[in-house]
T-cell receptor, first 112, second 112 residues
Framework: SAVISQKPSRDICQRGTSLTIQCQVDSQVTMMFWYRQQPGQSLTLIATANQGSEATYESGFVIDKFPISRPNLTFSTLTVSNMSPEDSSIYLC?????????FGPGTRLLVL | DQQVKQNSPSLSVQEGRISILNCDYTNSMFDYFLWYKKYPAEGPTFLISISSIKDKNEDGRFTVFLNKSAKHLSLHIVPSQPGDSAVYFCAASGASGSRLTFGEGTQLTVNP
């Protein structure tokens, strides 16, 4: 398994601002994923972040809105840019140290 | 296009009885299936998985059944306990360790 931490755990932000979410893993992993869970909905993959390469974004998500950094094998950041109330969600990072994907505790974001 | 569907948004069972959560998928390329449990304000917790070469996997009180011809999987919890009350998500991927596609989730309530 893997121990994953995220910062911040929650935040309330004003529209038009940006927030950077950090994800730290206790072991080196090749692939890290960023998901979003909007209120009352399922988890949706935003992008896959591999160390040393550009993140791969899913349909409907773009780098300008959700820039991702992956400076090493244990850390990644996701920035939610120019936020609007529709960005209010739980943002989760996950890793696959083995066959199974493990999730961090999530960052609960409310945009006013 | 919802490739993974959980048609029951909620399920209520009595403590000690069996809980059966169902999941259907449409993408025949899915090769690996997982179940996660999620409490409010926490990230999803991995429960159990199954690869497409098997039709059953058991871990303690949890058993997952896979019917490839019907593109259907189910999670059995027996006996159910009040602490099992949570949202359960099924997820699928093209290979173990790769990106996941989630169902909408089923809220399980186990009554004492």
């Amino acid at each position: 398994s893997a121990v994953i931490s995220q910062k911040p755990s929650r935040d309330i932000c004003q529209r038009g601002t940006s927030l950077t979410i950090q994800c730290q893993v206790d072991s080196q992993v090749t692939m890290m994923f960023w998901y979003r869970q909007q209120p009352g909905q399922s988890l949706t993959l935003i992008a896959t972040a591999n160390q040393g390469s550009e993140a791969t974004y899913e349909s409907g998500f773009v780098i300008d809105k959700f820039p991702i950094s992956r400076p090493n094998l244990t850390f990644s950041t996701l920035t939610v840019s120019n936020m609007s109330p529709e960005d209010s969600s739980i943002y989760l990072c996950s890793v696959t140290p083995s066959e199974t994907q493990y999730f961090g505790p999530g960052t609960r974001l409310l945009v006013l | 296009d919802q490739q993974v569907k959980q048609n029951s948004p909620s399920l209520s069972v009595q403590e000690g009885r069996i809980s059966i959560l169902n999941c259907d998928y449409t993408n025949s390329m899915f090769d690996y299936f997982l179940w996660y449990k999620k409490y409010p304000a926490e990230g999803p917790t991995f429960l159990i998985s199954i690869s497409s070469i098997k039709d059953k996997n058991e871990d303690g009180r949890f058993t997952v059944f896979l019917n490839k011809s019907a593109k259907h999987l189910s999670l059995h919890i027996v006996p159910s306990q009040p602490g099992d009350s949570a949202v359960y998500f099924c997820a699928a991927s093209g290979a173990s360790g790769s990106r996941l596609t989630f169902g909408e989730g089923t809220q399980l309530t186990v009554n004492p």
